[in-house]
């Protein structure tokens, strides 16, 4: 379920990669991200807290993470 402004979505791929996992997490200001060995985890809970800063997308593989604003 995304939050109320955004939705954060990681590729499947990507999301079981722990390396990626931890980049995401150590990139975003906000914790959107969980890492553990089995990939990341999207907090929900926090994808409100969102600055659109970009970071996580910058940190991940080109294409694989993407910030979905749900209102303009």
Do not use: H, R, W
Not at 6 to 30: F, M, T
Not at 44 to 55: G, I, R, V, W
């Amino acid at each position: 379920m995304p939050g109320l402004f955004i939705d954060v979505q990681v590729d499947a791929a990507v999301a079981k990669d722990a390396a990626i996992a931890k980049k995401l997490e150590d990139a975003c200001p906000v914790d959107i991200f969980e890492a553990s060995d089995a990939g990341v985890t999207v907090v929900e809970a926090n994808l409100d807290e969102c600055t659109l800063c970009d970071l996580c997308i910058q940190a991940a593989p080109e294409g694989s993470v993407k910030v979905v604003k749900l209102y303009e």
